[in-house]
């Protein structure tokens, strides 16, 4: 069942595991269940992959709006995949993608 795993992966990330990727592609989750889980990654430090493309239910623009702005929180993501319809959201996601992958790049080089 997908909203079990979206618990458990909301409730390994809360209590500070070390999971590094997350596929969750090509399942029956509802927008808001994918909301929850990227609202959970705020406090994550080392998650680099999240994967939610491909949902049988699609996400509504609100939702998507809610996951952009989810991912302003997060600086650890590097790789995010999600079937968007709002632009405007996609573009959000991938200015706070590109943050993070800035971020990653000067921890590697010594730089941060």
């Given at each position: ?9 909301v409730?390994t990330?809360?209590t ?45 623009v ?5 996951i952009?702005?989810a ?22 996601a991938?200015?706070f ?16």
């Open positions: 069942d997908a909203v079990n795993e979206i618990e458990a992966v409730s990330q809360s500070g595991k070390t999971v590094e990727s997350v596929s969750l592609e090509t399942n029956k989750i509802a927008g808001k269940f994918l909301v929850k889980l990227v609202q959970s990654l705020d406090t994550s430090e080392t998650l680099k992959e999240l994967r939610i493309a491909n949902q049988y239910y699609s996400t509504g609100g939702d998507e709006m809610a952009a702005k991912l302003e929180k997060n600086t650890s993501l590097c790789k995010f995949s999600l079937n968007w319809k709002n632009g405007g959201s996609r573009n959000t991938d200015r993608i590109m943050r993070n992958n800035d971020i990653a790049r000067k921890k590697r080089r010594g730089l941060a």
